[in-house]
């Protein structure tokens, strides 16, 4: 068995599909849910699948490797940030090498780093004329974005697009991509 650790702050429809994608899993199981919101979206969907929840602050966070000891008992292969926008801790890094994922709503190099989430990035993608965006999944390192890629798909953009409607787009292929890939990922790693 391969246990899984998801990160999710927002509205967690990304973490709540791959809940859903591994719940009847006999190869991979979501041990633990970390937050820093006690309104995040997927808070719900854990309780009902009796999923543990670890709730983050700031100071847990970066002022001692603590969460780090924490995260290590569950003997994580992968873990995973669906809509978590705080930078990962050193500490975290080095406990867990090549083993944290991120997933980012467009094509990266394009439109990442500091404050570019949610609709900016949309709008971005938009105000800038582009034709086409997408989503990148990507290894997690020190900078914002900047980890090895690890899957690329794209969509169209068309004239006729706004932020929220590109959104949608995008979060269409998150749903369809991340749970794969992170499958793909575990079982390449035997
Ligand atoms: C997604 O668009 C993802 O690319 C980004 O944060 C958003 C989270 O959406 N990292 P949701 O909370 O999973 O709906």
Redesign the pocket.
């Known amino acids: 068995m391969k246990n899984l650790i998801l990160f999710?702050s927002?509205?967690?429809?990304?973490?709540s599909e791959i809940i859903r994608r591994f719940r009847d899993s006999s190869a991979i199981k979501v041990k633990l849910i970390v937050s820093n919101n006690r309104k995040a979206?997927v808070l719900e969907v854990a309780q009902k699948q009796n999923i543990p929840l670890l709730l983050i602050n700031r100071p847990l966070l970066y002022e001692s490797p603590e969460v780090s000891h924490i995260l290590e008992s569950f003997e994580p292969a992968l873990i995973v940030?669906?809509?978590f926008l705080w930078k990962i801790p050193q500490h975290m890094l080095e406990a867990f090498p090549g083993k944290i994922v991120?997933?980012?709503?467009a094509l990266l190099p394009k439109y990442g780093g500091k404050g570019m989430?949610?609709a900016r990035v949309h709008e971005a993608v938009i105000g800038n004329g582009d034709r086409e965006s997408g989503?990148t999944i990507h290894k997690v390192n020190e900078n914002y974005d900047e980890g090895q890629i690890i899957l690329q798909q794209r969509c169209q953009v068309s004239p006729e697009d706004t932020a929220e409607s590109l959104a949608q787009k995008?979060?269409q292929l998150?749903h369809k991509w991340y749970a794969h890939t992170i499958e793909k990922l575990l079982a390449d790693e035997k």
Do not use: W
């Open positions: 999710a927002g509205t967690g429809t990304n973490a979206g940030l669906a809509g991120n997933i980012h709503p989430y949610g989503i995008v979060h998150e």
